[in-house]
């Protein structure tokens, strides 16, 4: 099984969107639909503090009928961040997403952001782990 080092490897896109906790929910929403993706690290300096997706942002502002002008990210992100190393394996990453209801998990290693998985990451591994091991059998068989 695959794990977070090879997963970050093999992604197109390692670019880490990163915003600060006094930005606006306007400017991160404007940020994530301009980069196309879901979720923010929220970061002091390179210290991780928190994450905000999109669900944050329904559940947190739309519902709550706060304006994303004056709310700030600090005000609706998710502070209790989950974390995974480089060493994590990508069953252990589906198992945490699956169980916390999760879409993105960021990568720390020595408490710095080194990369951000998605749940389309890990199902991209997970393919392409067992096409590998369909590719294997069937030479097995073959020869």
């Known amino acids: 099984m695959s794990n977070v080092a090879q997963v970050i490897q093999d992604k197109v896109e390692r670019t ?5 906790p006094e930005s606006t929910v306007l400017e991160a929403i404007s940020l994530m639909a301009d980069k196309g993706i879901g979720a923010l690290v929220v970061t002091v300096e390179d210290k991780v503090v928190g ?3 999109e669900r944050d942002y329904t559940r947190k502002v739309i519902l709550m009928e706060r304006t994303s002008k004056e ?22 990453c589906l198992s945490l997403m699956t169980d916390r209801h999760l879409r993105h998990l960021p990568v720390l290693e020595n408490e710095k952001l080194i990369g951000l998985i998605s749940i389309g990451d890990l199902v991209k591994a997970v393919m392409d782990d067992q ?8 030479q097995y068989i073959a020869s």
């Open 16 to 20: 880490i969107f990163t915003i600060s």
């Open 51 to 53: 994450i905000l997706s």
């Open 71 to 92: 709310t700030t990210v600090s005000e609706i992100m998710t502070s209790k961040v989950l974390t995974v190393t480089k060493s994590t394996t990508v069953e252990d």
């Open 131 to 138: 096409r590998k091991l369909i590719d294997q059998l069937q």
